[in-house]
């Protein structure tokens, strides 16, 4: 196992715009606004001449809601730590809640190193003096934003981690990659928390807790995965704060790093417009798709009858997807979401074979003939496969260009009923040869111009 170092302090002192310095990524999102960060996130740390797995956890603030729940995740964080990085902001100087904090963590005994950040444009022995009455000895002084002093500090680190622990290697590419999105509040991370049996993040009944993209490694009998909790979308309409706008940002992403999608419905709201949109974006993106209507059990009747009727009308696009009634608070259904997920994910990455592909098209066409064209007919000759997650079929012909909506839909139900392609979206591309002869004119023989010359008078004399 690969030493453990976490981040931990006051909120805005800097701790996620160092954790993406340490991990040379821009995997924290990071904003001058107290209290962004609120779940754990994980990175394997790139500065120093060790590796380690470097936390980023949220601010101590001592409140309660969702701010005591921040608190018992920067708990586990410093449970699990093997070195703790106490961060300072050498602006503000020794607050009374850098006090409580440090006095809090000189009590854990783990090893603890004081970092006073944001120390450009100041004087180091003046901005080192004031932090030294908190008795954890000569605070270390860097600048994460600009890197300053950030490979001395790790080096410092590297001399107080325990042995053990191999070199990072790059994720496992059997690892299943399932994001999870939804609405603000629709119940993505109590989803989350239940499918992995702790409360790895923060669940609060209040929309907007989760405001990054948090992923998170972990196995079920062998088989590998990465849950990524995402920030809800609202209609951009009603986003106005800047953090929200990175947050959607960063949950598009994730959509688009992912193997498959778990779109989570609020069944108590109902199906909005914005579910639609998010829908849209999954399958704009081509990812594999399961869909979970939350909050199932707490419906009348008629209620449930009026969400299916919801579902029909706003998400019919959605028809090769799988959908489970779930209520992600007491656990009925969660435990099929995984199932369904693996199966969405075979079919999105399935080897289809040239000849079935063709002889499917063959039947496909036999059924029911594509439309005239000026007068010709559109021929579609043969079919084959053109990519996988999402499975593409490239179908040849000629005049495909013309080829209507409707028919590309009827054919692309066609190969998804006979393949058996549920959970995964497919797509078309149509090609059509090139016309040799395009361009060319036919020049006669002198022959054929004779006989051409004596068809035109005999017309002639008949008339």
């Not at 600048?143 to 490979?151: I, K, T, Y």
């Amino acid at each position: 196992m690969l030493p453990v170092v976490a981040l931990v302090g006051r909120p805005n002192v800097g701790k996620s715009t160092l954790f993406n310095r340490l991990t040379r990524t821009r995997d924290a999102l990071v904003a001058d606004f107290p209290g962004l960060t609120r779940d754990r996130q994980y990175g394997f740390g790139k500065i120093g001449p060790r590796p380690y797995v470097v936390v980023d956890t949220g601010g101590i603030s001592g409140g309660d809601g969702v701010e005591a729940l921040m608190e018992r995740q920067v708990q586990a964080a410093i449970d699990e730590a093997d070195h703790l990085l106490f961060l300072l902001d050498a602006h503000d100087g020794v607050t009374a809640a850098d006090l409580d904090i440090a006095s809090a963590l000189r009590r854990t005994g783990k090893p603890l190193t004081a970092v006073v950040n944001k120390i450009d444009h100041l004087a180091e022995d003046m901005a080192a003096a004031e932090f030294h009455s908190l008795g954890l000895g000569d605070p270390w002084l860097v600048a994460a934003a600009q890197g300053r002093g950030v490979s001395q500090l790790m080096e410092h680190v590297a001399e107080l981690l325990p042995d053990g622990g191999d070199e990072p290697t790059e994720e496992d590419a059997s690892r299943v990659r399932i994001a999870v999105v939804g609405r603000p509040n629709a119940g993505k991370s109590t989803l989350i928390n239940r499918i992995l049996g702790e409360e790895r993040v923060v669940a609060f009944d209040s929309p907007g807790t989760t405001r990054d993209s948090v992923e998170i490694p972990f196995d079920v009998d062998e088989q590998h995965y990465t849950l990524i909790d995402t920030a809800g979308v609202r209609r951009r309409a009603k986003v106005s704060e800047a953090i929200e706008k990175f947050s959607v940002i960063k949950t598009l992403q994730a959509i688009d790093a992912c193997n498959v999608v778990i779109l989570v419905l609020d069944a108590q709201l109902g199906i909005g417009e914005q579910d639609a949109t998010i829908a849209g974006h999954v399958v704009e993106s081509g990812r594999a798709l399961v869909v979970a209507v939350n909050k199932w059990d707490g419906l009348s009747p008629d209620q449930r009858e009026q969400v299916r009727r919801d579902v029909e009308r706003r998400l019919g696009f959605l028809d090769f997807a799988e959908l489970h009634r779930i209520s992600a608070l007491h656990g009925s259904g969660v435990g099929l979401l995984l199932e369904a997920a693996d199966a969405a994910y075979a079919n999105a990455i399935r080897n289809l074979s040239t000849p079935e592909l063709t002889r499917l098209l063959e039947a496909a066409v036999q059924a029911h003939q594509p439309p005239l064209v000026r007068g010709r007919r559109i021929k579609l000759r043969y079919a084959h496969q053109g990519g996988r997650n999402p499975p593409v079929i490239v179908i040849h012909g000629n005049q495909t260009d013309a080829l209507p909506a409707a028919y590309r839909r009827y054919l692309i139900n066609r190969f998804r009923g006979a393949l058996k392609l549920a959970g995964t979206p497919l797509r078309l591309e149509l090609r059509s040869g090139d016309n040799p002869y395009e361009g060319r004119t036919n020049r006669l023989t002198p022959r054929q111009a004779r006989k051409r010359q004596r068809l035109k008078a005999f017309v002639r004399r008949k008339d």
